[in-house]
């Protein structure tokens, strides 16, 4: 499995981006899809949002109302729209998703807030 990040970029507080993570096999298959992102100074990926097939999205309290995670079939991507970012959204965001019991993690794009 193959995951393609892209969409990241240097944005101004307030803005917004889309991220999208394309994947190389049916999207159906996937058992859990899910962002996460690492901020500088840190070693550990936190989750961002989640969502596990046939469930409904889960989300970090920190962008609780301003992101949305959601999956168009017919692309084979998995997005985050993102908005009212703040400086403490900078980050690298990684796709991650689970198939036949393993997880896939992408390479990342990366996300920079600020005026």
């Known amino acids: 499995v193959q995951l393609v990040e892209s969409g990241g970029g240097l944005v101004q507080p307030g803005g917004s981006l889309r991220l999208s993570c394309t994947v190389s096999?049916?999207?159906?298959?996937?058992?859990?899809m899910g962002w996460y992102r690492r901020t500088p100074g840190k070693s550990a990926r936190e989750l961002v949002a989640?969502?596990?097939?046939?469930?409904?999205?889960n989300y970090a309290d920190s962008v609780e109302g301003r992101f949305t995670i959601s999956t168009d079939d017919s692309e084979n991507t998995i997005n985050l729209q993102m908005s009212n970012l703040k400086p403490g959204d900078t980050a690298g965001y990684y796709c991650?998703?689970?198939?036949?019991?393993?997880?896939?993690w992408g390479q990342g794009t990366q996300v920079t807030v600020s005026s």
């Open positions: 096999i049916n999207m159906f298959s996937l058992e859990y």
């Open positions: 989640s969502i596990f097939s046939g469930g409904q999205p």
């Open positions: 991650d998703v689970r198939y036949r019991r393993t997880n896939y």
